[in-house]
């Protein structure tokens, strides 16, 4: 349903569109590239790369396998100084090669749309 933090005490706790938007209203400018690694992250990508930020979100679940996978060919790429739009098009080859089930699942956001890369 979307971002669940843990509260003072251990209970769990959505984060509204609202403060979404409020956290990352600041950040505009500033921060560059949000992952949520994370399972229907869809939603929360698409608020938040209205920011001006790339996004990456999953639109279903993805077992921890795939998202390692991604992750490594995401910051392989980062790490090797290529733009985020290359370094996802390379974590998106990693995923496609060693987990082909989840390459679906995967989005990028930008400007509030959802890119087809």
């Given at each position: ?7 003072d005490d251990n209970k ?106």
């Amino acid at each position: 349903a979307g971002i669940v933090i843990t509260t003072d005490d251990n209970k769990t706790q959505l984060v509204s569109e609202r403060a979404l938007k409020r956290l990352f209203a600041p950040l505009k400018g500033i921060t560059k590239i949000v992952i949520l690694n994370s399972c229907y992250s869809a939603k929360q990508a698409q608020i938040i790369s209205e920011y001006e930020m790339c996004v990456i979100g999953m639109n279903l679940p993805i077992e921890d396998g795939a998202a390692i996978s991604f992750a490594k060919g995401l910051y392989n790429g980062l790490g090797e100084g290529k733009a985020i739009k290359e370094a996802y098009n390379d974590a998106m080859i990693v995923l496609e090669v060693e987990n082909p089930n989840y390459a679906e699942v995967v989005e990028i956001w930008e400007n509030g749309k959802q890119l087809d890369l």
